[in-house]
């Protein structure tokens, strides 16, 4: 047993998983007076948000976009209480351009709010009534989730943040809480819609891992309204690791440390309570272990459980065993010359396949694109960076991974060349990552990413809680309340700060 933590005066926390969830943690947990020790397996810090370099082209790994920049969003609010400048970014408009199959005009998802309602009432006529409908609830949920509600809620304290945060302006979403998406189509006259309907399936794979059919409805009001004014989907300049980098600085700067390269490979829990974390350090092989008085795991359920071992509550253990295959991601980084980009090319796009194609589970590729000066690729350059939810079992069960790798990478860039100019002499340089990629960079369980899913019986009052069934082991990340992207994993790591001061 060891002691990193030189104040013993001060309560001290370890964050297992320096992704945006953990750093966001731990930089605030820092800045408001606790010992904190981030740990993360990987080389550099930012998870699923994190970038690699190759060949002078900078690719961002998972996370293209960011949301919460605006005055009030969640980054915002952390980076100010922090007292760090946000990074320089551009909105993204249109947050989206989405290719429907067979189709070569696209459905513009604009930022300006009447434009988006007009191309909407242009491209799906008689459909307002579902948006009007997604409008009310988000605003009240939007008006909610600003009071910082805990869910869901696990004790008296964790129940008066909820309760506190509910106004009469609130209720309008109570009777929707059961109902999915594809609920409110039919409730609306929309339910023969096919056009509709997949484009929402398109749009809500991206946020909820799940279809329009399964997704919940108030997890999805918000996330099909976010990218409009007064909030909005941005590209940060340089790259998504701009913001682990303001995190990291931030942290250090008020005596927190990160160590990178380091495993946890056991939380070790003493009557009912976290207690320490077993720590190998990679590149010398030494083992020890670490006591603290707050342990925050940024990671899976899947991998909290794993950590536990023989110590996961069983009823837990269960829950987390019976959940729905989590996705993985197949992604194509490519450096190309810029004369393979069209002019007027919007930052991101959607194709889905033709009925042959078989990447993906709803067959969708999910396209982020460079621009001039925004410091991803030299001069004259450009990167494309493409991705599709996959299943992560064939991926490991394979007999030919290579072949399968191979496969994939030939049937993207092929639909990506019916938008792009994509030939030998265009690709500069190509790369490709499956879920077994992810899981060895990441360490997340199967290389799974996004989350578990938002169908209504794991979102929100009905999914995991930060506060897990063993005191002072708290959970951060996608696993948990509001879910994915950096805004939701940072709203979950402010939860848990107000919860461990709550107890401290």
């Not at 398109?202 to 997704?215: D, F, G, I, R």
Request: net charge negative.
């Amino acid at each position: 047993m060891s002691n990193i933590f030189v104040d013993q005066s001060k309560p001290s926390v370890v964050v297992i998983g320096g992704g945006i969830g953990g750093l966001t943690a731990g930089a605030l947990l820092a800045h408001r007076g606790y010992s904190v020790l981030i740990l993360d397996q990987a080389i550099v810090p930012g998870g699923c948000a994190s970038t690699f370099k190759r060949q002078g082209f900078t690719f961002d790994v998972g996370a293209t976009q960011v949301a919460g920049l605006e005055p009030g969003g969640i980054h915002h609010r952390i980076f100010s209480e922090l007292e760090i400048d946000l990074p320089d970014a551009t909105p993204c408009d249109p947050a989206c351009a989405v290719y429907l199959p067979g189709e070569n005009t696209p459905i513009n998802v604009w930022r300006d709010q009447e434009k988006w309602r007009e191309e909407r009432q242009k491209q799906f006529p008689g459909s307002e009534p579902f948006w009007q409908l997604m409008a009310t609830l988000f605003d009240a949920s939007w008006e909610f989730q600003g009071r910082d509600p805990v869910l869901p809620p696990r004790n008296l304290w964790d129940l008066w943040q909820l309760t506190q945060a509910v106004r009469p302006s609130t209720l309008v979403t109570v009777p929707f809480t059961l109902f999915t998406v594809g609920d409110a189509l039919r409730l609306c006259g929309l339910g023969n819609d096919r056009r509709l309907r997949t484009f929402l399936d398109l749009q809500l794979k991206l946020y909820s891992q799940v279809n329009a059919e399964e997704t919940a409805l108030l997890y999805a009001a918000t996330a099909l309204s976010v990218s409009q004014l007064p909030q909005g989907l941005f590209h940060l300049q340089g790259s998504m690791q701009v913001l682990s980098d303001r995190l990291v600085s931030a942290l250090e700067r008020d005596g927190g440390k990160l160590l990178m390269r380091h495993t946890v490979e056991q939380i070790k829990v003493e009557n009912g309570k976290a207690s320490a974390v077993v720590i190998r350090n990679q590149k010398t092989g030494e083992v020890w272990t670490q006591a603290a008085d707050h342990i925050v795991a940024n990671v899976t359920v899947q991998n909290l459980v794993q950590l536990l071992g023989e110590k996961a509550p069983s009823g837990y253990k269960q829950r987390v065993e019976k959940l729905p295959q989590a996705s993985g991601a197949f992604v194509v980084y490519l450096g190309v010359d810029e004369s393979a980009i069209p002019s007027e090319c919007p930052p991101h796009l959607q194709f889905l396949y033709d009925a042959d194609g078989v990447i993906g589970e709803n067959n969708s590729l999910f396209v982020s694109v460079s621009h001039a000066g925004d410091g991803r690729a030299p001069e004259g350059k450009a990167t494309i960076i493409a991705s599709s939810f996959v299943d992560p079992e064939q991926w490991w069960s394979t007999q030919d991974y290579p072949g399968l790798k191979q496969k994939y990478t030939q049937e993207a860039i092929a639909k990506l060349a019916q938008y792009f100019y994509l030939k030998p002499e265009t690709i500069v340089y190509q790369e490709a990552a499956t879920p077994r990629s992810f899981a060895h960079y990441t360490g997340r369980d199967r290389g799974i990413v996004g989350g578990i899913g938002q169908r209504i019986p794991t979102f929100g009052p009905f999914g995991f809680a930060n506060r897990t069934p063993i005191h002072h082991l708290w959970l951060v990340g996608d696993s948990t309340h509001p879910g994915e992207g950096t805004a939701g994993v940072s709203y979950s790591a402010l939860t848990v700060v107000r919860q461990i001061q709550a107890e401290s």
